[in-house]
């Protein structure tokens, strides 16, 4: 059975720190892309940021770039985004994804059930 694991949300003040992890299961995990997507209340989901496994290619949106950093451990079977200086838009349920196709902005193939990440003002 695969299972994306998600841990780390929380509340935190505005120009904070977080880091989300997930842990996966079920698959082979070197030959997966694993990312994040971002939903936010009222808001169509969002690809946040993805590495590919196999060769380490990294993808980031252009809203998170600076700040947000993705590493993979494979040895964990674990994906880590350190989240910095946040904004309240970054207010959003953050789900880790995972695809042997590579990453895309549009569609993942397989989801983790999220993490509620709140920014305050």
């Known amino acids: 059975e695969v299972q994306l694991v998600e841990s780390g949300g929380g509340l935190v003040q505005a120009g904070g720190s977080l880091r989300l992890s997930c842990t996966a299961s079920?698959?082979?995990?070197?030959?997966?892309?694993i990312g994040w997507f971002r939903q936010a209340p009222g808001k169509e989901r969002e690809a946040v940021s993805c590495?590919?496994?196999?060769?380490?290619?990294?993808y980031y949106a252009d809203s998170v770039k600076g700040r947000f950093t993705i590493s993979s451990d494979n040895t964990k079977n674990t994906v880590t985004l350190r989240m910095n200086n946040l904004k309240p838009e970054d207010t959003a349920v953050y789900y880790c994804?995972?695809?042997?196709?590579?990453?895309?902005?549009?569609?993942?193939?397989?989801w983790g059930k999220g993490t509620l990440v709140t920014v305050s003002s």
């Open positions: 590495i590919v496994n196999s060769d380490r290619n990294i």
């Open positions: 994804v995972a695809d042997r196709a590579g990453c895309s902005t549009d569609v993942m193939y397989y």
């Open positions: 079920g698959f082979n995990f070197n030959d997966h892309a």
